[in-house]
């Protein structure tokens, strides 16, 4: 059986597809899966399931809802499934490893951080292929109605731009990946246009191809952005690329923090 919840919620057992149709039964069910090990309350996954205020009700269908998960993850067959438990002052959902895509996310950018601390860049860019690849969407965006589900989300996409950073900063050092990884950067810029980073990244993989002009625009658009929408001008990392262009010297690449750590 396997999970996952990076874009929609999805249940495997080998070719069969377990997803659950009901609605309430998959926000029950990705709520367990996100907080897995951990016992969630009754009170807790109450509100989870009715965040606008729960039925008299409420207590009966949630123990309904218990039961038909339990059926669903019963169905697998392995040995070592999944095993939803009552564990005061709630329900428990343990999944062994490998079964579960937030599981694997999680590892893979935990060692490519680990590995870009201590400058093993092929193992890092490894890691962080790795995690990207898993991810399908923004998660759960169907489902996010209670604290329990938000507050996991809106964590795992945070990670999962910093897997992104760190992914396209690893490739604008290579040249063979670097178009590819300036290709990306358009895209995210598109969708981030406050992210400094972002456009810093996009500004050193012009500059290393040969297209400081490119680079050049990037930074007057940026800065014509930040001053009209949000008043500021551009920050220290920002200006310090901007100046490495200007000056057409990567060498001085080693003096912006974000290109060196």
């Not at 149709?21 to 996100?34: E, M, P, Y």
């Not at 169905?75 to 999944?82: E, N, R």
């Not at 895509?101 to 201590?118: I, K, M, N």
């Amino acid at each position: 059986m396997r999970f996952t919840l990076l874009g929609q919620l999805q249940v495997h057992d080998g070719g069969r597809i377990l997803t659950p149709q009901a609605h309430k039964q998959r926000v029950l069910l990705a709520a367990l899966l996100l907080h897995h090990h951990t016992v969630l309350s009754v009170e807790s996954l109450i509100d989870e399931l009715w965040p606008e205020g729960p039925p008299r009700t409420a207590l009966q269908a949630l123990r309904v809802y218990i039961s038909q998960l339990r059926k669903i993850l019963q169905s697998g067959g392995g040995p070592g499934g999944p095993a939803l438990t009552g564990q005061a002052p709630g329900y428990c959902l343990v999944v062994e490893d490998g079964i579960l895509d937030v599981r694997e996310f999680d590892r893979h950018r935990e060692l490519a951080r680990a590995a870009h601390e201590r400058h093993d860049f092929d193992t890092a860019l490894s890691h962080y292929r790795a995690a990207a690849g898993l991810w399908r969407g923004a998660p759960l965006v169907d489902l996010r109605e209670g604290m329990l589900i938000r507050s996991v989300t809106s964590r795992l996409e945070e990670s999962w731009m910093a897997v992104e950073e760190g992914r396209i900063s690893l490739e604008v050092r290579l040249a063979g990946s670097r178009g590819e990884a300036i290709a990306r950067l358009r895209e995210l810029v598109a969708r981030h246009p406050f992210n400094e980073r972002l456009h810093a990244l996009l500004m050193i993989g012009l500059f290393l191809s040969g297209r400081s002009g490119d680079a050049l625009q990037v930074y007057r658009s940026t800065r014509e952005c930040l001053i009209d929408e949000l008043g500021i001008e551009p920050g220290e990392e920002l200006r310090l690329v901007h100046q490495v262009v200007l000056d057409s010297n990567p060498a001085a690449l080693a003096n912006v923090r974000m290109w060196t750590a």
